[in-house]
C-alpha cells in the first residue's frame, strides 16, 4: 500500500492533468501571457512529473528488495558466528588468539563485556558520588557487523590451527560469504541513494518556488478567475481542485 505523501504526489500529479483538460477545453479564452501557464508548457511539464513519479516507484521497489535480500542473508549469520566460536574454541590456539577472538565475536553478537549496571547500581552509585557513564557498545549495525566479521576472518585465517572440516566454516567459504555480505549491503545503501536522487528531482518538478506543479497550479486558477469571474463556470471547474506542497 502507497503511503499518505505518496499518494499525495499522485494526487497532485491528476489534479494537473485535470487542470490541463479544463484549460484546453476554454478554447481561445485561455490565453495567458506567461509562457509557463500555456498548453505546451503545461504538458511537458505534465509528461516529466509522471516520469519522475515512475521513477520514485521503480526506485522504492528497487530499494526494498535490496533492503530484502540484505534480511534475508544475514538471517543465519548470528548462528553461523556461534559455530565459529565453538569451532575456534575445539582448536588448539594460543593465548593471544584466545584474547582477541572472543572480544570480535562479541562485538558481532552485540554483547557487551560487561554488564550494564541494573537503576539500583547506578543510584547507589550516584548516592556515593559516584558518576556512572556508560558507552553503548553497540557494534550490530550493518557496517559495524561487516567490518568486525573481516576482522574474525583475517585472525581465522593467521590461525594454523583452525582447520575446521565443516564447509560453511572453512576461511574460504567465509571470505565468499563476506563478499557475498558486501555486495548486498553496498546494494542497500547505492539504492536508497538512487531513491533519494528520485525523490529530490520530482519535488523540484513538483514543488520548486514559482516554477513547480504546485505553484504554477494555483497561479492558472488565479488567472482563470481573474479573465472569468469568481463566479463563473469556468472559474468553478477549477476551484475545486486541490494543489498540496508535500514536504517528502
Wanted: aromatic content about 6%; some cysteine.
Amino acid at each position: 500500500m502507497a503511503s499518505t505523501s505518496e499518494s499525495g504526489h499522485n494526487k497532485n500529479a491528476i489534479n494537473f492533468d485535470t487542470l490541463i483538460f479544463i484549460c484546453t477545453s476554454l478554447g481561445t479564452s485561455y490565453n495567458p501571457a506567461t509562457t509557463s501557464f500555456k498548453i505546451p508548457a503545461l504538458q511537458t511539464q505534465s509528461t516529466a512529473i509522471k516520469s519522475s513519479l515512475t521513477a520514485v516507484n521503480t526506485l522504492t521497489s528497487t530499494y526494498k528488495n535490496a533492503v530484502s535480500a540484505r534480511i534475508n542473508a544475514f538471517k543465519a549469520f548470528d548462528k553461523l558466528i556461534t559455530r565459529i566460536n565453538n569451532a575456534l574454541k575445539a582448536s588448539d590456539t594460543n593465548k593471544q588468539v584466545e584474547e582477541t577472538a572472543p572480544t570480535i565475536i562479541r562485538k558481532l553478537q552485540g554483547r557487551r563485556a560487561t554488564p550494564r549496571k541494573t537503576e539500583e547500581e547506578k543510584k547507589t552509585a550516584m548516592d556515593a558520588g559516584i558518576e556512572i557513564n556508560e558507552i553503548s557498545s553497540s557494534q550490530m549495525s550493518y557496517d559495524n557487523r561487516l567490518d568486525n566479521f573481516d576482522k574474525l576472518i583475517k585472525l581465522l585465517s593467521s590461525i594454523p590451527q583452525y582447520v575446521p572440516n565443516e564447509a560453511d566454516l572453512k576461511t574460504t567459504s567465509l571470505i565468499a560469504l563476506y563478499n557475498d555480505l558486501k555486495a548486498k549491503n553496498l546494494n542497500v545503501v547505492t539504492s536508497n541513494v538512487s531513491l533519494s536522487n528520485a525523490r529530490i528531482t520530482r519535488n523540484e518538478i513538483m514543488y520548486k518556488e514559482n516554477s513547480g506543479l504546485v505553484n504554477i497550479s494555483i497561479d492558472i486558477k488565479t488567472y482563470i478567475k481573474s479573465v472569468f469571474g469568481a463566479t463563473s463556470p469556468q472559474y468553478k471547474q477549477v476551484s475545486n481542485l486541490k494543489f498540496v506542497k508535500l514536504k517528502n
